[in-house]
């Protein structure tokens, strides 16, 4: 038990931006961090980003230095990948959702979230602003490393 945390409360994603106006701070992790500062991360992190921007409560990114990557991510589905459909709906439980052949189910796995959205990144090297994140990857990897 920490002694430093008043209170946590974990909520779902449907209601982020009905309660995004008492939050303090948002703490999120990632799956890759790009030169540009932008970041990978779990699917449903874009609109919880963009609720804090509304709201301008900070994001906080914690990640460790070996997530740095030295590709660059354009847009939402540079580098995403897609779970099959079926791990939202069951094929056989389709017709209970009322579904037709023109209706196209997608699982997208990450979600990209610009570099304006977050304040500050949290490594095992200290804290670093988004605009930092090409510096350290210069100090941390060559440039002709292109497969990691």
Do not use: W
């Not at 301008?56 to 230095?65: E, Q």
């Amino acid at each position: 038990q920490c002694k430093n945390i008043k209170s946590v409360t974990l909520i779902s994603d449907s209601s982020i931006f009905a309660i995004m106006s008492r939050v303090n701070k948002v703490i999120i992790g990632t799956h890759a961090v790009f030169a540009n500062g932008g970041l990978l991360s779990h699917s449903g992190t874009h609109g919880l980003a963009l609720a804090a921007k509304y709201f301008n409560v900070p994001i906080v990114v914690v990640t460790g230095l070996y997530k740095l990557s030295t590709v660059y991510a354009y847009d939402q589905d540079t580098f995403n990948e897609h779970d099959a459909p079926s791990n939202l709906i069951k094929f056989e439980n389709q017709s209970d959702y009322f579904l037709n052949e023109n209706v196209s189910i997608q699982n997208p796995v990450f979600d990209y979230i610009k570099p304006e959205y977050v304040e500050i990144f949290l490594t095992n090297a200290g804290g670093h602003a988004p605009s930092y994140m090409y510096r350290l990857l210069s100090e941390y990897y060559d440039t002709t490393d292109e497969r990691l």
